[in-house]
């Protein structure tokens, strides 16, 4: 049997030896597991587990899961402070900003009401009602699927406020694409501004993936989906005239229902 006092030392030897363990880990590392739980290692809770009794089909889609979930964490690298890219955060979350439904939807409206031409306002006027288009089709969708964002948004207090919870599909992807295919169809003349909206395009949907946003899966059904969208605007494209034909319409029948029980 051992001593009392050899278990009293071997118990201050075991302390002190988890001690040393801890303080040999270097602080900024334990802050970034600490602060940054995108890239700590139980910071997705999803199980991926198969077995050969599952059908095909759910052998195949969890496995694409995976590999989703696995590539968006490597490519989340802006996802907090700590990060491999956490100096260049803030560049990202501007580029990030320039693709945010509001500045879009007030800007639109804003040369709208203060066109010059009738050819600027008819554009402002569908590039309004697209942008109302995609955020009903956006909501739409993540109402329906339902997919939680990943978990470092969770735990940003910003993201608390500005961020919604599902993430599938992204609406800053949907919004850009379908944005630089109507620019690109309506402005863009030169060679350079055409090269200057798809970059902008690429590099706002690739700020949702660096800082951690959506899901590599998110951001790709949103590409494909503002592309489409824009293929329904331009089919469904509204005219000036169309809709000063329209509102004088609505006005006629209007004073027709009013002047008619007057007569009577």
């Not at 940003?156 to 599909?169: C, G, V, W």
């Amino acid at each position: 049997m051992s001593s009392p006092g050899s278990r009293r030392n071997s118990c201050r030897g075991a302390a002190a030896g988890s001690r040393a363990s801890s303080d040999s880990v270097p602080p900024g590392r334990r802050r970034a597991s600490s602060s940054c739980p995108y890239f700590s290692p139980g910071a997705q809770a999803d199980d991926f587990s198969v077995s050969l009794s599952q059908p095909m089909f759910a052998i195949t889609l969890r496995f694409l899961l995976a590999v989703d979930l696995w590539l968006s964490k490597k490519l989340g690298v802006c996802a907090c402070e700590e990060s491999p890219w956490g100096g260049i955060r803030p560049l990202v979350r501007l580029v990030e900003f320039s693709g945010h439904v509001v500045p879009w939807l007030v800007g639109a409206v804003y040369t709208l009401l203060r066109g010059e031409s009738v050819a600027e306002q008819e554009l402002m006027l569908n590039l309004t009602l697209a942008l109302i288009l995609d955020l009903l089709l956006v909501r739409a969708v993540k109402t329906l699927v339902r997919r939680r964002t990943p978990v470092q948004n969770r735990s940003d207090i910003l993201s608390a406020f500005f961020m919604e919870r599902y993430s599938f599909p992204s609406g800053h992807a949907s919004r850009a694409t379908m944005c630089a295919r109507f620019f690109l169809a309506q402005v863009a003349d030169t060679a350079s501004m055409r090269v200057l909206v798809v970059s902008w395009a690429v590099l706002v949907s690739l700020s949702r993936l660096l800082l951690a946003r959506h899901y590599v899966t998110d951001v790709g059904f949103g590409l494909a989906m503002g592309y489409c969208q824009y293929s329904v605007v331009e089919r469904l494209w509204v005219t000036w005239d169309s809709l000063q034909d329209l509102v004088f319409i609505r006005l006629r029948e209007s004073l027709d229902r009013h002047v008619m029980p007057a007569h009577n």
